[in-house]
């Protein structure tokens, strides 16, 4: 069945690049993204990728995708006390709902 | 456009009462999703609908659960007879197409059954 992993905390200082990791099981997945939730509040779209792309980067963040171990990832250059949040990758099947992973909680500490 | 709005922020009620929640997308999007999220838990998904049209249910939605869009804009999610279970954040989302550049989420309904 469809899984998506994440290691549950990061703690990084301010002004350090912050590295966090999801792999996923269902090569028939087509979309991954990363999502931010901070505390109270919903989801926030950060980014995504496509199966056909290795890389994309958007301003300080950069995702890597590796297809052929199911591995995803997000850096966040320069990382700030404001990155602090809950993130979560999740994974889309073509035509189906996002699956979600647990999350990685980061903690920026200044 | 004010996003995705849910009514109301937070609910509390007595084990075995019904509750129902509202959930208003974007105005253009013919997608609409409904997620349960318990501490320390992503999101599960529950159900979606394309335009009024519920097309998917997760095994997560029991018979105590049902949702509706009648007019494929606003969506409502009922739980009958809660359980303290029950008790999670109710998400709920819109997304254009079939999602693929991403859902965008309201700030959800948080759930206590006591």
């Known amino acids: 069945g469809e899984d998506v992993e994440q290691s549950l905390f990061l703690s990084v200082r301010e002004g350090d690049s912050s590295v966090i990791n999801c792999t996923y099981t269902?090569?028939?997945?087509?979309?991954l993204y990363w999502y931010k939730q901070e505390p109270g509040a919903g989801l926030q779209l950060l980014t995504y990728i496509f199966s056909n792309m290795d890389m994309k980067q958007d301003q300080r963040l950069t995702v890597l995708l590796n297809k052929k171990d199911k591995h995803l990832s997000l850096r966040i250059a320069d990382t700030q006390t404001g990155d602090s949040a809950i993130y979560f990758c999740?994974?889309?099947?073509?035509?189906?709902?996002?699956?979600f992973g647990k999350g990685t909680t980061l903690s920026v500490s200044s | 456009d004010t996003g995705v709005s849910q009514d109301p922020r937070h609910k509390i009620t007595k084990r075995g009462q019904n509750v129902t929640f509202r959930c208003d997308p974007i105005?253009?999007?013919?997608?609409l999703y409904w997620y349960r999220q318990t501490l320390g838990q992503g999101p599960e998904f529950l159900t979606y609908f394309q335009n009024e049209a519920q097309l998917e249910k997760s095994r997560l939605l029991s018979d105590r659960f049902s949702a509706e869009r009648p007019k494929g804009s606003f969506s409502t999610l009922e739980i009958q007879r809660t359980e303290q279970g029950d008790s999670a954040m109710y998400l709920c989302a819109s997304s254009s197409g079939t999602g693929i550049y991403g859902y965008t989420f309201g700030s959800g309904t948080r759930l206590t059954v006591v």
């Open positions: 999740a994974e889309q099947e073509a035509g189906t709902a996002l699956i």
């Open positions: 269902d090569s028939s997945s087509t979309y």
């Open positions: 105005s253009e999007h013919n997608r």
